[in-house]
């Protein structure tokens, strides 16, 4: 039966969240149980698009990736794909009603890891990041108001900034391989192979500063199923950039920052205290 077959889909998707990262799907894992399974159908496509484009060296990424996109619009169209991944993920987008304009900016940006490796501009790097994260902060945005346009309008900038913020952590945090594996560098007007104090601090500032909106007009404002969740990621990836300013800017493309498991721990038990105290 179908519904049988749509449980088996969503069950993918959570467990490309879980294997992909283990961080995240904690944070999902907080989230009320009747938006999880759809904040794990946005991280499986998304996920899997990306892997498209950073790690299937092997093989045609052009071509897998359009073979991809097709197949989703087909999913949509019909209801149905027997990619589970794909299956689920339209399930959410019709549910939610996500506008084809997301999606859309999500695989450009996908897309530009294909071909494009230097972000010149301050305007390329803002497209590129809306596509890549401010996008799938607003898909998320969607579920967790569940059509309440006038709570999404109010929360959208501070959304997209979450999303932004938690991009620019991954690319600090990842250097190395973007830069000497994939030979692509994101951050405009800034030379990577020459990366110094004054000019990773542009960097955590731009950060900083999208952290401070997302939570400040954002994450104290969200509905209660999703506020423990979201705040929860939000401190993972601040413990991150907390790291990350340690590190000196000459030594950054040799050290890859990870928060330990005890570590995690400590985040959740600190951050649910907050929470249950209505500090939060």
């Given at each position: 039966m179908k519904e049988l077959f749509d449980n088996v889909s969503n069950d993918c998707s959570k467990i490309v969240t879980k294997k992909y990262s283990t961080s995240f799907s904690l944070a999902v894992n907080l989230l009320a149980p009747t938006i999880r399974k759809d904040i794990y159908n946005i991280y499986g496509f998304v996920r899997f698009a990306d892997e498209i484009v950073d790690t299937f060296h092997d093989f045609d990424k052009e071509l897998l990736m359009n073979q991809f996109e097709k197949d989703y619009y087909l999913a949509k169209e019909q209801g149905i794909s027997l990619n589970p991944i794909l299956n689920s993920f339209q399930q959410t987008v019709n549910k939610y009603q996500i506008p084809d304009t997301m999606v859309q900016a999500f695989l450009k940006s996908m897309r530009a890891d294909l071909y494009k490796t230097t972000y010149k501009t301050k305007a390329e790097y803002d497209e590129y990041i809306y596509?890549?994260?401010?996008?799938?902060?607003?898909?998320?945005?969607?579920?967790?108001?569940?059509?309440?346009?006038?709570?999404?309008?109010?929360?959208?900038?501070?959304?997209?900034?979450?999303?932004?913020?938690?991009?620019?952590?991954?690319?600090?945090?990842?250097?190395?391989?973007?830069?000497?594996?994939?030979?692509?560098?994101?951050?405009?007007?800034?030379?990577?192979?020459?990366?110094?104090?004054?000019?990773?601090?542009?960097?955590?500032?731009?950060?900083?500063?999208?952290?401070?909106?997302?939570?400040?007009?954002?994450?104290?404002?969200?509905?209660?199923?999703a506020k423990f969740g979201v705040y929860l990621a939000y401190r993972y990836y601040k413990r991150l950039l907390k790291k990350l300013k340690k590190v000196p800017s000459e030594k950054i493309m040799d050290t890859r920052i990870r928060i330990p498991n005890y570590m995690k721990i400590n985040l959740l038990a600190r951050s649910y205290v907050k929470y249950k105290l209505n500090i939060i």
């Open positions: 596509g890549s994260a401010d996008v799938v902060g607003l898909m998320c945005l969607k579920v967790f108001v569940n059509g309440d346009d006038k709570m999404y309008n109010e929360l959208k900038g501070a959304a997209m900034s979450l999303g932004s913020a938690f991009q620019k952590v991954n690319f600090l945090r990842d250097l190395k391989d973007d830069y000497e594996v994939l030979n692509r560098s994101y951050f405009p007007n800034i030379n990577l192979g020459e990366l110094n104090a004054d000019s990773k601090q542009i960097i955590i500032d731009e950060i900083e500063k999208d952290f401070e909106n997302a939570f400040k007009n954002g994450i104290l404002k969200l509905p209660i199923e």
